[in-house]
DNA sequence: TTGTAAGCGTTATCAC
DNA sequence: GTGATAACGCTTACAA
């Protein structure tokens, strides 16, 4: 059962006008007659006209759609990141159609081709950890489609990108530890493909230098999947295997932290007296666990807001990526709780 | 700029055919000479054709976009239910167009006209928590237009829904907490215009009767915005005042448990020795915190699954839901941790 | 001030 | 086997 949507022609019908000045009436232009546009105007109210945005978007070859192709829905962190997209999308005037591709190319890929096919206007993209060639969007940005970028951001030309300041956020939080006399800070390590993994471990590494720590590659231990249930088990070998004791731990994630917390806690190791902890982006559940987890605040929604900003912004030819490059870093600010103060 | 697509016509002006012939040949419609369709093919295939889904909705009525209505992106059940919509719709081909209500009335309502607007070929709903007044959704319903209600779903005449067995998710959480020899179990109880809240106080004060225990409205407090914060100073505040002192804690959320067991650990009260605390939703932190949460599970991804499975049935016409009144009750499942067992 | 006609991309219908 | 035409709903030169 379809919904019956009244149509142009059906007031202009019932009118006797045309549907050119019904079009007209509608939408106030000049030169029209106001008793007509009064006319046009209650019958579209009485018949619940509702224009056809398909039939709009065929006619002016504008959507105002845009995509969301993110790796995952049920993250935090992205999900905040949408909520940003939307509420800026939605405020001016914006659909927002969205796709998950659960880290798999190959959904990166058809959601691209089916978006594309749907005409949107733009789109925003986080890539999925498989991704390792980007030939897909190089190909659209060499056409001059709008794509913004966004966390997770492909080093290629002319790639328009949103990121937080990982280096930065690794950095503050490493010095932090360094400051309450930490000094053999492990560093829980994301997936090296990713660019976000590997800044937040040059800004640990960084951090260590600054303070006359030499990093030790023993230290930098890889959690590419982020869960605590792979940290918990990580760290507990560590605490036997290495040979230098861990006093810290700066984790690329706070499910990774959480799950060197429960390590500690295990093997009996106060946090935060004997052991401190350091987690990335702030998550929900940070000021949950106990003793609460300090954490580097990532700001997703900002995030959201700023990526749709810039591919509004290009859309309505407001900024032109030939002239102004723009890759856009926000700050990140160290969250200090209880995991690492003593 | 805008991406150069290739149309049928480029197509037949490079092969001197008809649109019409290389529309069939496309289609492998019968009557075609095979050489014609390899031509066309290859020539789609070098032009990189991709066919306009605006012009075909225009043409067919049909958008294959299904609108999704949600009060909240940051939200881990919600997130879950997303999920599950976005992969039930893409393996059949559908695309989801999102918005956020942010528990307003006024955005819910422009959200169904922008989508409208845009033709989508049904609509799953979860209302904000300012909806009272249903008349938006039965004006749809009445017209025969295609909307599933889940979660939060309202009670009126012939709505699909699909809901997770609140009643028996509480009832199953009270009873565990009686048998683990609670005796004074308080009820945090939800927002009261929901019916989900209103289920789990009513699957809590069956479980106590059925328990031999008449259930105490000064035991049922409100924490109707559920967050940590709210649970704990009610909480707190709750430990001084009650005449019975309670011994157990079932919130109708897991963040309410969250605060309340801060509450307990303030009070110098061991959980789950001297209090007993089950929350509701199994977030991802239950298992983090300490002790541990015990919750109760909730289905997010199978609801956003079932609610699309019988969404897009509806669309396609593969039931009708004049002849079957269906609202799907998926079940919960106790997950007991050590904030409950003693 | 209003009407006519063409066109956005596609396909169903009817011709040839 | 293939082509011409109309139609989906709307806007916009151009004409009246």
Redesign the pocket.
């Known amino acids: 059962m379809k919904l019956e949507?009244a149509?142009?022609?059906d007031i202009a019908r019932e009118l006797?006008?045309?549907?050119?000045?019904v079009?007209?009436?509608?939408?106030n232009y000049p030169?029209?007659?106001?008793e007509?546009k009064r006319k046009v105007k209650a019958m579209a109210e009485k018949l619940n006209?509702r224009?056809?945005a398909i039939?709009?978007s065929?006619?002016h070859?504008r959507s105002f759609t845009i995509g969301v192709i993110i790796p995952e829905v049920v993250h935090f962190f992205f999900s905040t990141v949408i909520s940003g997209i939307e509420e800026e999308a939605f405020s001016r005037g914006y659909n927002v159609i969205l796709t998950q591709t659960n880290e798999k190319l190959i959904r990166e890929k058809s959601s691209i081709n089916t978006m594309l096919s749907n005409q949107i206007d733009g789109v925003l993209i986080s890539y999925s950890k498989e991704t390792t060639d980007f030939e897909h969007f190089s190909n659209l940005i060499d056409k001059g489609f709008p794509i913004v970028f966004f966390d997770r951001v492909p080093e290629i030309p002319k790639a328009i990108t949103v990121t937080v300041d990982d280096f930065g956020g690794a950095f503050e939080a490493t010095k932090h530890l360094v400051e309450q006399g930490y000094r053999n800070i492990v560093h829980l390590a994301g997936p090296p493909n990713l660019k976000i993994s590997r800044e937040r471990s040059e800004g640990y590494q960084a951090a260590l230098r600054e303070s006359g720590i030499t990093p030790d590659p023993a230290m930098i231990v890889p959690c590419p999947l982020g869960t605590n249930a792979e940290a918990q088990q990580v760290v507990s070998k560590l605490l036997h295997t290495l040979k230098k004791k861990p006093d810290a731990f700066f984790a690329h994630n706070d499910m990774s932290a959480v799950g060197a917390m429960m390590a500690c806690k295990e093997a009996g190791l106060q946090v935060p007296s004997e052991v401190g902890i350091v987690g990335f982006s702030n998550w929900q559940f940070c000021s949950m666990v106990d003793p609460t987890l300090s954490s580097v605040y990532q700001p997703g929604f900002e995030m959201g807001v700023k990526s749709t900003q810039l591919l509004l912004d290009w859309i309505e030819k407001k900024f032109d990526p030939e002239k102004s490059e723009i890759s856009s870093v926000l700050v990140t600010e160290l969250i200090t709780r209880q995991s690492s103060v003593r």
Chains 1, 2 share one sequence.
């Open positions: 949507q149509t142009i022609k006797n006008l045309s549907a050119s000045t079009s007209r009436a509608l939408k030169g029209i007659n106001s007509t006209y224009p056809n039939a709009l065929l006619r070859s």
